[in-house]
């Protein structure tokens, strides 16, 4: 966890630095609980020879996830872009 706020730029030292931490870890848990019980109902109904369809769904699945980590990152680097722009024509103008 401490890694991933590390790298979106957290540089917090109050209580902040402990409450993102606690908030993503639950995000990261009830994601990965989303995953495994929604792919253990699928593999309960698949009738596909040796389970193939669910080890499938679950492939999707987690293809679904890391898509939605790029996006999440993407938006982020955005966010800072955006950020360093502002600030940077902030000081320009001031100036």
Excluded: C
Aim: aromatic letters at 16%.
């Amino acid at each position: 966890m401490d890694d991933i706020w590390y790298l979106a730029g957290d540089k917090s030292l109050d209580f902040n630095w402990y409450s993102k931490r606690i908030i993503l870890s639950g995000i990261i848990f009830f994601h990965i609980l989303g995953i495994y019980t929604t792919t253990e109902i699928f593999y309960m109904n698949d009738q596909s020879p040796e389970r193939f369809a669910s080890t499938e769904f679950l492939n999707r699945r987690l293809q679904d996830s890391f898509l939605i980590s790029k996006k999440a990152a993407d938006i982020s680097n955005l966010s800072r872009l955006y950020s360093s722009v502002r600030y940077s024509g902030y000081q320009r103008h001031k100036n």
